[in-house]
């Protein structure tokens, strides 16, 4: 855990900075999604890649407005990923925000991480043609 990681009660720009950190470098050790990172965000990006995702995080979370980009976009060039990548990150992202927030401020996160996570699998593996039957 980080050196500035600790039990938060409340979420502000500073507390999510930590979560994040402390996230994000679990999944750069993961074996099934840091792999999958590793090829899209070299390791000199990070820095730049977790302002992204701070930005993005902080317009969601604190309505910070600050994320201007496409999430499902950037997820939908990512051929490779599978239902079992998201549950890992979400396993990931819950037990972080449970490690590092009161309850009550991990349970909002988690909630929306959830809905983010099934709006985007939604939208990558929902597959109507799948449902018509053949006439």
Known sequence: MPQDARMHDTLTEASLHSFLAAFYAKVQRDPLIGPV????????????????????????????????????????????????????WLALFEQTAGELFSADVAMHLTERANRIG??????????????????
């Open 118 to 135: 099934d709006s985007l699998k939604a939208g990558l593996f929902f597959k109507p043609e799948s449902l018509r039957q053949d006439r």
């Open 37 to 88: 990172f590793a090829r899209v965000v070299p390791d000199a990006d990070w820095p730049r890649h977790l302002a992204v995702i701070q930005d993005f995080w902080s317009s969601v979370l604190l309505k910070s407005g600050r994320y201007k980009g496409n999430p499902f976009g950037k997820h939908q060039v990512l051929g490779e990923l599978t239902p079992s990548h998201f549950a890992r």
